[in-house]
């Protein structure tokens, strides 16, 4: 029985590809320590975990901010204290990225802006071990971790190119192997097939690497420059909303 399952597991998940995993785990980490005084960083998920230490560095090197997040209450929490520790600027629009229109709406918003965006920093993940719809029916996991940052930076794209410097930042994952038989985009909403959670979350990750290839493609020669991140092993409360 332990071998049947070890087969299937092998197969499903490539372990040459865990084992790349675990071994760029153990990498040295790449710390930026730039200048960022006065420059606006857009940072989405930024009220906990990765976004929120991310948000505190740059407000840290002296970065102003936009904060997108679900959460009012946590929002008005995270700018009360990013502007008092630090003197810098810490506004937020609130939006819940799995949701369509709040994506089209932040965007929008964010393209009307009369600042330059310097730095877009796409954080917001959600791990689900049951399969959730959007209110559009579309599979959660694949909408926040992947449709969110294209939407955004599609509707950006003309308005960073204007600016002719802008860095786009993806928190990607080495979660990314967990699809090690690539993106099901015949069966995105896993009606097919019996969900998965690692596979749902490794799937909108590949999908997010594939759509930084093809950006990468639109801003060459632009000054925009787009790269995907993996921000290692860190605890955090992606996974809580599973109960």
């Not at 090197?61 to 700018?79: D, F, P, Y």
């Amino acid at each position: 029985m332990k071998n049947k399952k070890f087969v299937k597991y092998f197969r499903e998940y490539k372990w040459s590809n865990i084992s790349a995993m675990i071994r760029n785990n153990r990498s040295d980490p790449r710390i930026c320590n730039e200048d960022f005084n006065n420059k606006l960083v857009v940072i989405t998920g930024a009220t906990s975990g990765i976004g929120y230490h991310t948000a505190r560095k740059y407000a840290h090197h002296g970065a102003n901010l936009i904060c997108i997040n679900r959460s009012l209450q946590k929002s008005e929490a995270l700018t009360r204290e990013i502007e008092s520790e630090f003197g810098v600027k810490c506004g937020y629009k609130i939006a819940d990225l799995s949701n369509l229109k709040d994506i089209h709406r932040v965007a929008d918003e964010l393209l009307k802006l009369d600042t330059p965006i310097d730095v877009l920093i796409h954080n917001a993940g959600i791990y689900l071990t049951k399969r959730e719809l959007t209110p559009e029916g579309l599979e959660k996991v694949f909408v926040i971790q992947y449709l969110a940052s294209f939407i955004i930076n599609y509707i950006l794209e003309d308005k960073l190119k204007a600016q002719k410097k802008a860095r786009i930042i993806l928190v990607n994952s080495e979660g990314h192997r967990f699809a090690a038989w690539g993106v099901r985009f015949d069966d995105l909403n896993w009606e097919k097939r019996r969900y998965s959670g690692l596979k749902s979350y490794g799937s909108a990750k590949l999908a997010q690497l594939l759509s930084m290839l093809v950006f990468d493609e639109h801003f060459k020669n632009t000054g925009i420059s787009i790269n995907a991140m993996h921000p290692g092993a860190v605890k955090t409360d992606t996974g809580q909303e599973n109960g």
